[in-house]
């Protein structure tokens, strides 16, 4: 079994654990990962659904890192990803002095006014070259890329 991927912020309690996905269907075209995110005494955990291994590529959480971490150098606004379900949606901006803010939000439920709906959200800042290259090492490793 692999190891999770985890972003934590140092100085901070802030953390993202992304588990290995598993292929609830055993055909390959759909991959659920648990996600879990914690700050400063909030944790959120929710089951993400992705496209699997016949995804095209540019629909990818891996190549979304990857798409960070190829303009190190900055891009104007903000970019987003999210899962197919809506229950994971990633946001990141560059600040044009060398980091990115990357936001993680979790969700409940896809309705957002259902009975049980709930969102969660945090944020990191990574070093836009190096550390967002390895984030992005990482999680094209978990997801089989």
Known sequence: MEEPF???SLGTSCSWVLHPPTDPYGDGYIWAVRSKISDEGMTAETSATL???WAPENETLGWFFQSLANDWQGW????EWSSLEGEMEIDAR???RGHVAIGVTLKRARQAYADDAWSARTVFVV???????RLAADLRDLLGV
Do not use: S
């Open 76 to 79: 104007e606004g903000g970019r």
């Open 51 to 53: 496209a699997g291994r």
């Open 94 to 96: 560059h600040d044009g």
């Open 127 to 133: 070093e836009a070259g190096e550390e967002m290259t």
């Open 6 to 8: 985890e972003l934590r």
